[in-house]
């Protein structure tokens, strides 16, 4: 029913069966958080608050679970890539549009083109935040290090 690529299943070093539909899941995840707040098309969170009252029925419940997101993203992002981690994600990012833009595949002058670029970004960044740990772990074997007093 679905692709190999999202059922392929890997074994761990210590015998565990992991699938990686898990990579596919966070990244629909994190492009939702982002493009789910905003967006250049207006349909998103910060449009529809802006248009009405937020106070009135049930903007407070989307507010409230809007920051309940982006709370546990920026912690997911700070645990694992560290602010300057997250701003190294931002230049890579930064590099490869440029790199895109230099080449004449992408116009940055459009502003929607580079609110696309924003929005799509920010939920990369999200996505790395969320995973850093374990791309760390399969690349050098070490899961997490402990800070000591003496660092």
């Known amino acids: 029913m679905l692709p190999d690529i999202l059922i392929k299943k890997s074994k761990t070093k210590d015998g565990r069966t992991v699938r990686h539909l898990r990579?596919?899941?966070?990244?629909?995840?994190?492009?939702?958080?982002?493009?789910?707040?905003?967006?250049?098309?207006?349909?998103?969170?910060v449009h529809y608050i802006l248009r009405g009252n937020p106070?009135?029925?049930?903007?407070p419940f989307y507010i409230l679970?809007?920051?309940?997101?982006?709370?546990?993203a920026f912690k997911a992002i700070y645990q694992s890539l560290k602010w300057y981690g997250a701003l190294i994600a931002a230049a890579v990012i930064g590099a490869f549009v440029y790199?895109?833009?230099?080449?004449?595949?992408?116009d940055t002058s459009n502003w929607t083109v580079l609110g696309w670029i924003a929005t799509i970004g920010m939920g990369l960044i999200i996505?790395?935040?969320?995973?850093?740990?374990?791309?760390?772990?399969?690349?050098?074997g070490v899961y997490t290090t402990d800070s000591t007093d003496e660092d």
């Open 23 to 45: 990579w596919w899941v966070s990244l629909i995840l994190s492009m939702a958080l982002a493009i789910g707040t905003w967006n250049p098309t207006g349909h998103d969170f």
């Open 55 to 59: 106070m009135e029925g049930f903007h």
């Open 65 to 72: 679970v809007m920051f309940a997101f982006w709370l546990m």
């Open 99 to 106: 790199g895109l833009s230099s080449k004449g595949w992408l």
């Open 127 to 140: 996505w790395l935040g969320l995973n850093a740990s374990i791309i760390w772990k399969t690349a050098t």
